[in-house]
């Protein structure tokens, strides 16, 4: 996993802002400090996905030193953000959804400090999870039955 370099920025009348040097053009703004530092990690994957579909090479990553030592950056807030190898990159997906589950689920990531699609993720993960555990123990269930009899 390759981690790149974010920089929040804020000011005085705007909301909060990232960037990625490597990266131009690839920015996230939000009224709060950590709902632009979650957007952001989903800008820079849209980016990079966008960048790989159109063929590109992504960028070796800067070292913080590298990005720090440019005096425009010396104010931002700077972070940093994995990049999955990109043969496990994220794929988009439309899915239709009742509008009150959708505010549910945008609610509930939230306050875990999740994107929608990390909770999604998470919670299909851990349903298949549960799946792969209860075959196996159905299988074995069935294999002990047929000894037995």
């Known amino acids: 996993m390759a981690e790149y370099i974010a920089l929040l920025r804020k000011d005085r009348k705007s909301d909060w802002g990232v960037d990625f040097p490597d990266f131009p053009g690839c920015v996230a703004a939000a009224k709060s400090r950590e709902e632009a530092r979650h957007l952001a990690v989903e800008a820079l994957q849209f980016h990079i996905d966008g960048m790989l579909e159109d063929g590109e090479e992504l960028p070796d990553p800067s070292t913080l030193d590298e990005i720090m030592a440019d005096a425009s950056n010396r104010r931002a807030v700077a972070f940093a953000v994995g990049v ?11 899915i239709t959804l009742p509008k009150s ?18 909770l999604l993720l998470k919670g299909a993960k851990s349903l298949l999870s549960a799946g792969r555990l209860a075959s196996s123990h ?8 047929k000894t037995a009899g």
């Open 101 to 118: 589950d959708l505010l549910r689920i945008d609610a509930y990531a939230r306050r875990l400090g999740l994107t929608r699609s990390r």
């Open 84 to 94: 999955p190898d990109p043969t496990s990159r994220a794929v988009r997906v439309n």
């Open 138 to 145: 159905q299988g074995a269930r069935r294999r002990s039955a």
